[in-house]
């Protein structure tokens, strides 16, 4: 007979576990999806026909599994894009990741660029010891290079200085990024010698996209599902979960309750471990104080724009003066997000905490104030907006402050519940991008399968040799 399993979420990570699980016959397989979406953060939002990527979603992996998957699952439809993100500061463009070319040295002007190859060098011997993430960006790129080019833009994505964030950080989203490995990629660019496996992300030049962004992958692999006999319930938010006997009993939302073999939960931490209805008080207490960072983008629709001829995927905002935390150009991730020519489609991205006083704006407040903050930097006229639309994401990074530290012992109290595997993102609140989480499911269908330890499904992306740069 077969085993019944219910999914918790319909992102990602939920949607790699049904389709993996469905493959192999022997399950009967359903998601409880909490919003009307497939997708998750990963989801394309239609806009009167313009399309929204939440974040921007890269395709790069170097996983080979993942990228094999992807192929099955979208091939003709994926684009192959040309990366290209810069920073605007001090209302002038840099390239990302920093270049050493003469428009840099131009805009930072030769005394700058001076003081910051000194204070590279004094980096470079007086190696500081690396209790926080300031101290990690002045190790590898010196004090000048960190404060005009890091220092503002991250702070504005965690809300907190990069001296009260822990080196932690930078050692899993930065790693091997320094001035060293951006002068040699230049080096290997010019002679033609790039591999791409060993290059950092932040330095991958290509990626693939779909032509209507990350939602349509998502879309295709939730139709598979449905194919094989899956089910995917909407507007099925997971709120309790009752245990008997180490082992999930019942699942209930609002309307229905489930029985299941095994639960695969993608929902955050900190609310699955208030949803089981005998967490430990002091287990609870940990999640309640687990910390996230929480996302706004305002799409503005433009015509007669000089964005026009930009050719930006992302440009990271480092201007202090202004809330803006990155912009992206849709037009330039895919032609094919924006329904008509001549018109210029942007998301402007802001990272704020739920309730404070972003979140709490009135959304027409909203949107006004984020149009008068890209005229405040020369990038739009107000007359030239034809439409607009504002998105909220709640937990859309898990941070690693609060109780993270003690994280072990919420894993290992969820590790005892026998038949719950926790995958994904906020599923496992770690900073994945779509391919780890999408390898949290594979790791979880196996362990399942094989009845093999869970420790297998935590330790995807603890690794501390890939990762990106820290804004993406
Ligand atoms: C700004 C930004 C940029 C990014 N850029 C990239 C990139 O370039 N490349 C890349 O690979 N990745 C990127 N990512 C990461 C990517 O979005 C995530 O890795 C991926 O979406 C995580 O998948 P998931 O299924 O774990 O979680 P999610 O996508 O969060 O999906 C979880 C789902 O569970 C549902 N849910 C939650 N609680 C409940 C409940 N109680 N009951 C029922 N359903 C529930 C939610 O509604 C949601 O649909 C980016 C993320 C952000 C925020």
Redesign the pocket.
């Known amino acids: 007979m077969k085993k019944t399993i219910i999914i918790?979420?319909?992102?990602?990570?939920?949607l790699t576990a049904a389709y993996e699980l469905l493959k192999t016959k022997n399950f009967k397989v359903t998601i409880?999806?909490?919003?009307e979406?497939i997708?998750?953060?990963?989801k394309t939002y239609n806009h009167n026909g313009n399309r929204i990527d939440?974040?921007?979603?890269?395709?790069?992996s170097k996983i080979e599994k993942v990228n094999s998957w992807w192929k099955e699952v979208l091939n003709e439809e994926f684009l192959i894009r040309d990366r290209k993100s810069r920073i605007l500061y001090e209302r002038k463009f840099y390239d990302y990741p920093v270049s050493l070319n003469t428009t840099t040295i131009k805009n930072l002007g030769i005394v700058r660029f001076i003081k910051i190859g000194l204070s590279y060098i004094k980096a470079s011997i007086l190696k500081k010891e690396e209790k926080t993430l300031e101290d990690f960006f002045i190790n590898r790129f010196g004090y000048e290079l960190y404060i005009t080019f890091f220092r503002d833009y991250t702070q504005k994505v965690w809300g907190v200085p990069c001296n009260k964030i822990d080196a932690l950080f930078g050692h899993q989203r930065v790693k091997g990024l320094s001035i060293t490995s951006v002068l040699i990629h230049m080096l290997k660019k010019s002679l033609g010698k790039l591999n791409t496996k060993n290059i950092e992300t932040s330095l991958i030049e290509q990626f693939k996209y779909p032509k209507l962004g990350p939602g349509q992958l998502w879309e295709n692999v939730s139709q598979k599902i449905l194919d094989l006999g899956g089910e995917i319930i909407f507007n099925?938010?997971?709120?309790y979960l009752e245990t008997k006997d180490s082992k999930i009993s019942i699942i209930h939302?609002q309307s229905k309750s489930f029985e299941a073999d095994a639960i695969f939960s993608?929902?955050?931490i900190k609310?699955l471990i208030n949803?089981i209805t005998n967490s430990p008080k002091d287990i609870i207490k940990l999640a309640n104080d687990l910390e996230y960072r929480d996302?706004i983008t305002v799409g503005l629709l433009l015509e007669n724009s000089t964005l026009d001829n930009l050719k930006d995927n992302w440009i990271y905002i480092q201007e202090p003066d202004v809330k803006i935390g990155r912009l992206q150009i849709f037009n330039n991730w895919s032609p094919f997000l924006v329904k008509k020519e001549n018109t210029t489609w942007i998301g402007l991205?802001y990272f704020c905490n739920e309730n404070d006083e972003l979140w709490n704006m009135k959304q027409k407040e909203f949107i006004n104030f984020a149009i008068s903050e890209l005229e405040k930097l020369s990038l739009i006229k107000k007359e030239n907006v034809l439409d607009s639309i504002q998105l909220k994401?709640k937990k859309?990074?898990p941070s690693y402050f609060g109780s993270y530290n003690r994280f072990d012992e919420i894993k290992n109290y969820l590790n005892s519940i026998d038949n719950i595997y926790c995958?994904?993102?906020?599923?496992q609140h770690r900073y994945?991008?779509?391919?780890?989480?999408m390898m949290t499911s594979f790791e979880a269908v196996n362990v399942l399968i094989n009845n093999t330890s869970k420790e297998k499904i935590w330790n995807v992306n603890t690794e501390k040799e890939y990762h990106e740069k820290s804004s993406?």
């Open positions: 918790i979420g319909a992102g990602p990570a939920g409880l999806e909490e919003s979406y997708g998750g953060i990963s939440i974040g921007g979603h890269r395709f790069f099925e938010k997971v709120n939302t993608s929902m955050p609310d949803a996302f991205e994401v859309a990074y995958v994904g993102r906020n599923g994945n991008n779509m391919d780890h989480s993406s």
